[in-house]
């Protein structure tokens, strides 16, 4: 809602101000369709040209998220620690029993509590590789932690490259416009004999090639990127709590220590409450004994 609320403001902000101030819509209408053309299309057939196919896929997928926003809300981050909570207490109690949860986590009662988490193949694949290689006596915290950092850092990577490619697409559309500008002077030029007022119209029509690229590219696509860039940065904070309960299990703290170390790390404003977090905690004990 709030990207689009921005849309809205800056389309009426920018072509509101024109108009307020005597502009015309009537060049900028009759020479947008050709102006797009040439900017959007030269756009995106760079942005064709400089990613691969999975690129592009990933791009045009997370361009959803300038609209929805983050994936992981608070209440994620509270399941999150419930969770690991339960997992780290199995492990600590009967580790025979642990297996049958890390090895088939899609048929694991326990993680089907979570279903949102369950479903985030990353999220799933931190938690049962790291207690796998625990249960296997790879338990040194340190080198866990320089792994599961490295692995963070791999992924973080990855959900970036479609922020970078809007980036780039933004940064060269001024230019684009540019382009158009000058291929609108060039066709004013073949037409140097005609009288001011037609003139007139062909060098302003030649500026909205300008003016589109621009408006663009910070009016848009850069903001695109931005917010893309903003929300990855915002859900890493999910898959970095993982890290901070699991390194601490393995430092041999009890569960509620571990889960309060991780609660600890987490952003303030998606950090449960620890007296709710206690309460859902007290839940996952009364089950299972």
Avoid at 39 to 44: E, K, L, T
Avoid at 126 to 153: F, G, W
Avoid at 256 to 273: F, K, L, M, W
Wanted: proline content about 4%; some cysteine.
């Amino acid at each position: 809602m709030i990207g689009i609320l921005g849309i809205v403001i800056i389309f009426a902000m920018v072509f509101g101000g024109y108009l307020a101030a005597g502009g015309k819509m009537t060049i900028i209408l009759k020479s947008l369709p050709f102006e797009m053309m040439m900017i959007g299309g030269a756009a995106i057939g760079a942005f064709l040209i400089s990613n691969d196919k999975g690129g592009i896929k990933h791009t045009l997928q997370d361009l959803g998220k300038v609209f929805k926003g983050v994936k992981w809300k608070p209440e994620d981050y509270r399941e999150l620690l419930c969770l690991l909570f339960a997992l780290i207490r199995i492990a600590k109690q009967s580790p025979v029993d642990l297996e049958q949860h890390i090895e088939d986590p899609q048929s694991s009662a326990l993680f089907s509590k979570y279903p949102k988490i369950q479903a985030d193949k990353e999220a799933v694949a931190l938690i049962c590789d790291t207690l796998r290689s625990a249960s296997m006596n790879y338990d040194d915290p340190h080198q866990v932690e320089e792994v599961l950092e490295k692995r963070m850092e791999a992924n973080l990577h990855h959900a970036l490259h479609s922020s970078h490619a809007l980036q780039t697409m933004a940064d060269g559309l001024p230019a684009l416009g540019i382009v158009a500008a000058v291929l609108g002077v060039i066709k004013t030029m073949g037409s140097i004999d005609q009288p001011p007022e037609v003139l007139g119209k062909l060098i302003g029509g030649a500026l909205v090639g300008t003016f589109l690229g621009v408006f663009l590219a910070y009016g848009l696509v850069g903001p695109f990127a931005a917010k893309v860039k903003a929300v990855v940065e915002e859900d890493s904070h999910f898959y970095q709590l993982i890290r901070e309960v699991l390194v601490a299990n393995l430092h041999n703290h009890a569960a509620s220590i571990c889960i309060e170390v991780g609660r600890q790390n987490t952003p303030a404003h998606y950090r449960p409450d620890f007296a709710d977090l206690e309460e859902a905690l007290k839940s996952i004990k009364q089950e299972a004994a």
